[in-house]
């Protein structure tokens, strides 16, 4: 069992910045690949970004490209989601997932409770 938790939403103005982190305790955190993904009101859940266990392999969604950056420190067991010129589109509740094997549009295995992100001015 992986349990995750996200923390560091809130307001943010539209060109400003956030980071939020997610982390876990558990299992080996090194064990599994780690995912950024939001639900805006009204709205299916959509990926994010997504890293591998090691950090060499990244991916993000074309939405959120050249402005998000997804990043894990191993040591700490923490999984990041730096938010660089934020967009009221990217209001949301965001989620970070763990997920053996890099995979990142398959199911994940655990998921946190998630952190509210409004961007706003």
């Known amino acids: 069992q992986v349990h995750l938790v996200e923390s560091g939403g809130g307001l943010v103005q539209p060109g400003g910045s956030l980071r939020l982190s997610c982390a876990a305790s558990g299992r080996p955190f090194i064990s599994y690949a780690m995912g950024w993904f939001r639900q805006a009101p009204g709205k299916e859940r959509e990926f994010v970004a997504a890293?591998?266990?090691?950090?060499?392999?990244?991916l993000y969604a074309n939405s959120v490209k050249g402005r998000f950056t997804i990043s894990r420190d191993n040591a700490k067991n923490t999984a990041y989601l730096q938010m660089n010129s934020p967009e009221p589109e990217d209001t949301a509740v965001y989620f970070c997932a763990a997920r053996r094997g890099w995979s990142p549009f398959s199911e994940y295995d655990y998921w946190g409770q998630g952190t509210q992100v409004t961007v706003s001015s």
């Open positions: 890293i591998s266990w090691n950090g060499v392999l990244t």
